[in-house]
């Protein structure tokens, strides 16, 4: 025993890279499934004809150990008072565990016995709880496999919380039970939302686009994952609040917010368009919707972060305060952290949409030329303000998706509203350059402000090309009235006198929050006409 409590401690204690973590849980997870759908014959690897709704199904079941996996985390920092990273460590050492289930029930039934059910009446809970342990007592929605990999959770939580950590009695044991409980209400996830007034699983023919068996499962986890995400940065900035605030840093919510808009703007205007209008607000497209949400937002963090990796040479330059630059954070915790939101990010477009994923693999194949060698594209000029004016027309079309998947250019009445989209945000993505003029110097980067001479002038014609894209846009919208056209001269002309005033030309990247107010403002207006 004295053996095993030093090699855990001093597995703990070792520098794992946090990636390393998350692949090996990921892998773990992987090899269970596999052996789950090879050993049990009720399971099968053709459950579903339909290859999507196998890839959704199988992302609904790797959410669910994800889920598990840090709350079981978050449990063991609270009660061992371990670092969080430590408490991931801690939790993955125990890990496979999980493979129990199928080799057990395969050896008690041959394949042959039920399997693990989600229960969706609370009122049998309390029966679960009090029998799950007790080998006569019969549950039909937990295995047998699955009853003795639940029990090694309890016994070894408290094992490692009572013996090695020396925690006391009472506390280890409170840990094993809320391990214990924490699992079992996983399984009543459903009836827990029911509670609440909500049936996932009686989600039907509401959905615009269809939603499948199997995406109704996975939207049980979007509330579990926003709380996890949202405790685990808790605890995070408890630990290391520098780190944690050097890690938001690579979030742009100005640039970020363009992106959601157009995400959502393209959701709201296909389903216009196609006369799907406001019947597309209903809880299973609005699901689907924040799916697609999550993961462009991680996805814009992936790229974001790859982008500061490359571009650490004219950050020294022109921002001295982003983290890699400070060495608030390594590059390769940089690597790390990107490689890990890029898997989620894939798996909550996954769960959105099957044609959102081309989008979404289009945005990501786009960012990555913009910004990394050999071609980073951002070093030329325009194709860097090109591309990433393609990636502004592929969030609004994926939000489109998400309404009429593959028709979402067939069912555009206006299709010349992807035209002034694409100029609008090609005019408006000049703004960050002013930022960046100095720096773009140094790495031979094509920055047509430092060629002009007049970077002033420059702005104002950019931002008059804003201004123009924009009125065509509200005009397609058909929209002029006087309070759109109003907010458009308020808009150029504070932008145009805050351009000429200001003296320190880094400050003209606020002129991005000018945009976004202005476009948050256009599409309040919108929607406020359209809505019944």
């Not at 476009?519 to 809505?531: K, P």
């Amino acid at each position: 025993m004295t053996t095993l409590n030093s090699l855990i401690i001093s597995s703990i204690e070792k520098k794992i890279p946090v990636d390393s973590i998350f692949k090996t849980l990921t892998f773990i997870i992987i090899i269970r499934t596999f052996f789950e759908m090879l050993l049990e014959k009720k399971h099968s690897f053709k459950y579903y004809p339909d290859f999507y709704a196998n890839a959704v199904s199988y992302i609904h079941i790797y959410f669910f150990w994800l889920c598990l996996f840090f709350t079981a985390a978050i449990l063991i920092t609270i009660f061992l008072k371990l670092q969080f990273v430590k408490s991931m460590k801690l939790a993955l050492i125990f890990f496979p565990i999980i493979l129990i289930p199928p080799f057990a029930d395969f050896i008690f039934t041959g394949g042959e016995g039920s399997f693990l059910m989600y229960s969706f009446e609370i009122e049998t809970f309390p029966y679960s709880y009090l029998n799950c342990f007790n080998p006569f007592a019969k549950i039909e929605t937990v295995t047998a496999g699955v009853r003795m990999e639940i029990a090694v959770a309890f016994i070894g939580s408290f094992y490692v919380s009572f013996y090695i950590f020396k925690r006391g009695i009472f506390r280890s044991l409170l840990l094993s039970l809320c391990i214990y409980s924490v699992i079992l209400l996983y399984g009543y996830l459903p009836a827990l939302y029911k509670i609440l007034g909500i049936n996932f699983y009686a989600l039907s023919g509401k959905s615009i686009s269809g939603i499948t068996l199997s995406q109704k499962f996975l939207f049980m986890y979007l509330l579990p994952v926003i709380l996890i995400s949202w405790v685990t940065i808790y605890l995070l900035s408890k630990e290391n609040r520098e780190t944690l605030k050097s890690i938001f840093s690579f979030f742009y919510p100005s640039r970020l917010s363009f992106y959601i808009l157009l995400l959502v703007f393209g959701f709201i205007f296909v389903a216009n368009q196609s006369h799907a209008y406001p019947a597309a607000l209903n809880i299973e497209d609005i699901l689907k919707l924040i799916s697609a949400v999550i993961s462009i937002k991680l996805l814009f963090f992936y790229s974001k972060i790859t982008n500061d990796i490359h571009d650490i040479e004219i950050d020294r330059v022109s921002n001295k305060e982003r983290p890699l630059v400070r060495n608030a954070i390594s590059a390769e915790s940089a690597n790390e952290i990107k490689n890990i939101l890029l898997i989620i990010s894939f798996a909550f477009a996954i769960a959105a949409e099957i044609s959102f994923v081309f989008y979404w693999l289009f945005i990501l194949s786009a960012s990555y030329v913009y910004s990394a060698p050999p071609f980073r594209l951002r070093r030329y000029y325009p194709a860097g303000h090109l591309i990433l004016s393609f990636i502004g027309i592929g969030a609004f079309l994926s939000g489109g998706a998400l309404v009429k998947s593959y028709e979402v250019y067939l069912s555009l009445q206006k299709t010349e509203i992807l035209l002034y989209v694409f100029s609008a945000f090609f005019f408006i993505s000049h703004i960050k350059d002013f930022k960046d003029m100095e720096g773009d110097k140094t790495d031979s980067v094509q920055n047509i402000l430092n060629y002009t001479g007049f970077p002033k002038i420059m702005g104002i014609i950019f931002l008059s090309g804003f201004t123009l894209s924009s009125y065509l846009i509200i005009k397609t919208l058909d929209i002029v009235n006087a309070g759109t056209v109003i907010g458009l001269l308020i808009f150029f002309a504070c932008s145009v006198f805050y351009t000429l005033k200001t003296v320190n030309l880094k400050r003209l990247d606020s002129l991005l929050i000018f945009s976004l107010i202005f476009s948050l403002y256009t599409t309040c207006m919108w929607i406020y006409q359209i809505t019944p």
